[in-house]
């Protein structure tokens, strides 16, 4: 099993520019969530889908747009990248929320 | 969801257990506590979850007060390979979202 896989690794843009972060899991999990986490913080949700057909914002789902695939797949969409949107991306998976959650590696995004 | 408040950073030496405590006062009684812990750069990784009995796994013991409004993550013999952030975070059921703080800084010295 790989678990949960995010690509790109690392992506430099320039502003305005637009790109999607891919992510799956092969766990058959239910719940998957976008977190971007800068420098000395904690994890902040993005967006979050309960199932399979469902998305909801998070806490700051601003400049971003997210598409749950099928269920094994969950992307998170730049369409017009600031400078602030600089930070390390990582999403998450867990069978049914209030469940173990697992995460991928992260993706490393500058924005110039 | 309940809140958790852990302390910023706390330090440790090698060898010695490493006891980081997380207060959860307005946790409700079907919410789990659950430990994860982020070393530098790599995605968070889950340590152990409890709901009111002390837990343990091969990675650390979690202990719960009898009232569950606070807990503490045992790491029995600290290594400086366990020198990372570890968040505390309670939740449960279908409405539960997964809320990280800023955690708790631990590192470990020679």
């Known amino acids: 099993n790989a678990g949960v896989t995010q690509t790109p690794k690392f992506q430099v843009l320039k502003t305005g520019q637009s790109m999607t972060l891919q992510c799956a899991q092969d766990m058959n999990h239910n719940s998957m969530y976008w977190y971007r986490q800068d420098p000395g913080m904690g994890l902040r949700l993005i967006y979050y889908?309960?199932?399979?057909?469902?998305?909801d914002k998070g806490e700051v789902p601003n400049g971003y747009n997210v598409s749950r695939l099928n269920k094994r797949e969950f992307s998170l969409r730049l369409e017009s990248a600031a400078p602030s949107q600089t930070s390390v991306y990582f999403c998450?998976?867990?069978?049914?929320?209030?469940?173990?959650?697992?995460f991928g590696e992260g993706s490393w995004l500058t924005v110039v | 969801d309940a809140k958790t408040t852990q302390p910023p950073s706390m330090d440790c030496a090698e060898g010695r257990a490493a006891n980081l405590p997380c207060n959860h006062s307005?946790?409700?009684?079907?919410?789990?506590v659950y430990w994860y812990r982020q070393i530098h750069s790599q995605g968070p990784q889950y340590i152990i979850h409890g709901l009111k009995n002390n837990e343990t796994n091969e990675m650390a013991s979690l202990i719960i007060t009898e009232d569950r409004k606070s807990s503490t993550l045992i790491l029995p013999h600290a290594t400086l390979r366990d020198t990372a952030v570890y968040y505390c975070i309670v939740g449960s059921g279908g409405s539960y979202i997964p809320t990280f703080g800023r955690g708790t800084s631990l590192i470990v010295h020679p």
């Open positions: 307005t946790i409700s009684g079907n919410e789990y």
């Open positions: 998450a998976s867990t069978l049914d929320n209030g469940n173990t959650i697992y």
């Open positions: 889908s309960a199932s399979e057909g469902t998305t």
